[in-house]
């Protein structure tokens, strides 16, 4: 009797660790799947800003038929 209570706790004690190797474990990959999403998020939010300054740069060619607004824009 006293070895099958010994055994059962054995066993409840190493299906808890499991349970919490698990949780552990997903808790990880969760933390890594939204730090994966925010590094994506500010990978295209600095795509989109270098693009903007492109189209902005190429719309910035000095013309003397310019306004001084415009100049000022472009510098």
């Known amino acids: ?8 706790d ?3 004690a190493d299906e808890a ?6 949780e552990r ?3 990880e990959a ?4 939204q730090q994966e999403a925010l590094r994506k998020a500010q990978e295209k939010k600095k795509k ?3 693009r903007q ?8 060619a000095l013309k003397p038929v310019m306004t ?6 472009c510098r």
């Not at 660790?17 to 698990?22: F, G, L, S, T």
């Not at 300054?53 to 910035?60: D, I």
Request: glycine residues 0%; proline residues 0%.
């Open 53 to 60: 300054r492109a189209v902005l740069e190429s719309n910035c």
């Open 48 to 50: 989109e800003m270098l």
């Open 30 to 33: 969760e933390e890594d799947r």
């Open 25 to 27: 474990l997903a808790r």
């Open 1 to 8: 009797m006293e070895l099958s209570k010994l055994a059962d």
């Open 17 to 22: 660790r499991k349970r919490e190797e698990i």
């Open 68 to 73: 001084d607004a415009e100049i000022a824009r």
């Open 10 to 12: 054995r066993r409840k």
